[in-house]
């Protein structure tokens, strides 16, 4: 469904909320595809994987997640790709697909789109301090994803 731009600059200033910051912990989530793109400062080249958040597991505070509709939640992880960085973006292709030798980066980026995963979100203070954002610190194989590791991931 298009976004009708008529309708939202319609409506009264006053009248807007702002979202609720997703809270933190645990969701279950589906990657829904990546992209390549280049940061904003440095243009360093980057991958986004994006996701949708589908459910939220036991350690969200349930108070926290009154009022969002996690079906409007779409949120993502960049990795960069440089060669001081790769090993970050080894590291999430391995927890959401498995160990694989001899595979290359081009090969199985595209192969996490559509994966049922878990996401760890954590909150990150804006640099003048004044806004709070939600952030995912770790996307793991929803398959994988035991409580140890969601535990050891959120330390």
């Keep these: 469904m298009a976004t009708n731009f008529r309708a939202l600059l319609a409506q009264k200033t006053n ?14 989530a ?9 940061s904003k400062r440095k243009q360093t080249p980057f991958v986004r994987f994006n996701c949708q958040l589908t459910s939220a597991l ?3 505070d349930p108070v926290a997640l009154e009022g969002i509709d996690l079906s409007e939640r779409k949120m993502w992880q960049d990795f960069y790709i440089t060669p001081g960085s790769l090993f970050r973006l080894t590291d999430m292709l391995n927890r959401v697909l498995g160990y694989e030798e001899g595979r290359q980066f081009d ?8 994966m049922d995963v878990v996401v760890l979100v954590i909150h990150e203070q804006s640099e003048d301090g004044t806004e ?19 535990e050891a991931e959120a330390a």
């Excluded at 090969?107 to 559509?114: H, Q, S, V, W």
Aim: aromatic share 6%; hydrophobic share 30%; charged share 30%.
């Design 30 to 38: 589906t990657l829904i595809n990546h992209e390549f793109g280049q």
């Design 58 to 60: 036991s350690d969200v």
């Design 132 to 150: 709070t954002y939600a952030k995912i610190k770790t996307i793991m194989s929803a398959s994988a994803a035991g409580d140890d590791e969601m």
């Design 15 to 28: 009248e807007v909320e702002r979202p609720k910051t997703t809270p933190k912990g645990h969701f279950c």
């Design 107 to 114: 090969e199985r980026i595209p192969d996490c789109d559509g």
